[in-house]
């Protein structure tokens, strides 16, 4: 079992790089060596290989955009509120992950 975070006052600021880091290491290949990677796949004949390679890609500049958006809105929330609120709201977050998981593991 993973440890529990115990939000603090360095909680946002931490919250923030992670997410930051998470987002910049999907996309480390620059976007023309990207858009020739896609057009070579395209040629290709083996179409679980060019969905291996989709999958490989990572999101595209929309999705990335909405993704990093949403980031940036939930951090300044985060930055707004108190240490309790924090606390209370990742412990809802972590109630409904095992809640929806014994419900997974009920109807295997």
């Known amino acids: 079992m993973r440890k529990r975070i115990r939000p603090d006052g360095d909680f946002v600021a931490m919250q923030a790089e992670r997410m930051r880091d998470l987002l910049q290491q999907r996309a480390a290949i620059p976007r023309e060596d990207l ?59 972590e109630l409904r992950y095992h809640i929806k998981n014994t419900k997974r593991n009920e109807s295997q």
Not at 41 to 70: N, P, S
């Open 35 to 93: 858009e020739y990677l896609v057009e070579r796949a395209a040629k290709l004949k083996d179409e679980r290989l060019q969905a291996a390679i989709g999958g490989l890609i990572g999101w595209g500049d929309e999705e990335r955009a909405e993704v990093e958006t949403f980031v940036a809105i939930a951090i300044e929330v985060m930055k707004r509120t108190n240490v309790s609120k924090l606390r209370e709201a990742a412990q809802t977050v």
